[in-house]
């Protein structure tokens, strides 16, 4: 009977010599199992002398074998005294850490819920019969990351939280190579973050030879003092959306030309107004497809109808065209002919007096290295924000559902055990080596 108990309740991982047990008979949709352990000669851990029963002391502990039903141990722990010097002490617990509500099997099927960055502590509370306070503590208490050591490549990038950060803005160092999370730090301001990279060793910082960053100047200045040996790229995604940015303010400014036209322009407005993301989007992923009885259905598929609108205005074709310019070096370029085609590419956009791109020549002016830099090939991958920038997406997830986090090391914590692999869990290894943590009384040393 007892080992079939252990077998159900899944209790085999457990150092455990059971003299009785017995489920308690509820009505409820609760399961209760009350143990009493095997009676030893315990001595006592201030004299070395022999003890004696004095009571039990009963203790429930919650069990993860079922989630649709509450489970719980009843453990009926002996407390002893000593015969010599008549002081007291308990008997090892072998289901639960010292002062915990949950066994070591539950505790580790939380963090192993928890590596799902969509999970959240008050879907857990919920899933295992315990409070909000009590996951958020199982998790703070064996969830304490540091920072990983940078490496030759690392991309910086920010995400927006108010709660967590003064400044509304964390700042996420991350390796593209190995796909890790370094560090995030509360902060994006430069007297913090100069601060922050003046504290690690030179001798690491000069391992870093790639920075791959967005358009903020700190991040530029503060990369260029704080790694002497890397080379800065500037992501070329940040590049096209300034380039597209300024498109659209052509676009505007021509559809705002025809807003009050009458006559054979009447319809002009309307198309630049519906149809403005063929200039800004790849045709290739633009899907055309009219309502059944318009009258686009049969006039135009989606070039006859961008080759439509570019015919509106003459500076509207210039400015896509010179747009297409640019995307074709962006897709198409090598760093060994990087510089002279961008040079030869600013020299045409200024030629075009286009006012709306003044902006953007300024840009691709103030950031030329930078740029060219981005055209790097690095373990067989071009230098660029790409796998930081789609880690946001999953930030923004984790920030959403959780209605934000006010503790910022706990957010730390959480993210990097999430959306890193083999992050360290406190007080234990793994689900079959338990690093035994007891202290009753003294009698059980406490080991990391």
Request: glycine residues 4%; positive net charge; aromatic residues 12%.
């Amino acid at each position: 009977m007892i080992n079939d108990i252990i077998k159900i309740l899944n209790l085999k991982g457990y150092d455990i010599d059971i003299l009785k047990s017995y489920l308690e008979d509820s009505l409820s949709n609760k399961i209760k199992l009350h143990i009493y352990l095997n009676k030893r000669d315990l001595k006592c851990p201030y004299c070395g002398a022999k003890s004696k029963l004095k009571e039990y002391r009963i203790k429930e502990i919650k069990h993860s074998v079922f989630i649709d039903v509450e489970c719980s141990i009843i453990f009926h722990n002996r407390r002893m005294v000593c015969i010599e010097c008549d002081k007291t002490f308990m008997e090892n617990n072998p289901f639960c850490f010292d002062g915990h509500k949950a066994d070591i099997e539950t505790e580790i099927s939380i963090l192993n819920q928890l590596k799902d960055y969509k999970m959240t502590f008050k879907k857990l509370s919920d899933l295992y019969h315990l409070s909000i306070t009590t996951i958020i503590r199982i998790f703070d208490r064996r969830i304490q990351l540091t920072r990983h050591s940078f490496g030759e490549w690392i991309s910086m990038d920010e995400f927006y939280s108010r709660k967590i950060s003064s400044s509304g803005y964390c700042l996420t160092f991350y390796d593209p190579i190995h796909k890790t999370i370094l560090d995030v730090i509360s902060s994006r301001h430069k007297r913090i973050l100069s601060d922050y990279l003046s504290r690690i060793s030179l001798s690491e910082r000069k391992r870093v030879r790639y920075v791959s960053i967005d358009m903020w100047e700190t991040y530029k200045d503060v990369a260029i003092r704080a790694f002497p040996n890397c080379i800065i790229a500037v992501d070329s995604f940040h590049v096209i959306k300034h380039l597209n940015k300024a498109l659209d303010k052509v676009r505007i400014k021509i559809m705002n030309k025809y807003k009050h036209n009458q006559g054979d322009n009447i319809g002009y407005y309307r198309l630049l107004k519906k149809f403005h993301y063929f200039f800004t989007t790849d045709m290739s992923n633009i899907k055309f497809k009219p309502k059944k009885g318009s009258k686009y259905e049969y006039l135009y598929d989606k070039y006859g109808m961008l080759n439509k609108l570019l015919s509106i205005d003459k500076e509207l074709k210039k400015a896509y065209e010179l747009k297409e310019l640019y995307r074709e070096f962006n897709l198409c370029s090598t760093y060994e002919e990087s510089q002279e085609l961008l040079t030869n590419i600013i020299d045409i956009f200024k030629t075009s007096k286009i006012e709306e791109y003044y902006s953007f020549i300024s840009t691709l002016e103030n950031w030329f290295p930078e740029i060219c830099n981005s055209f790097k090939i690095v373990y067989n991958k071009r230098l660029s924000n790409g796998p930081i920038e789609s880690l946001n997406s999953r930030v923004k997830i984790l920030l959403k559902n959780a209605c934000g986090y006010s503790n910022f090391d706990r957010f730390k914590n959480r993210l990097m055990y999430s959306l890193n692999k083999n992050e360290p869990i406190i007080g234990y290894n793994n689900k079959n080596s338990y690093n035994r943590i007891g202290k009753s009384r003294g009698s059980y040393k406490k080991t990391k």
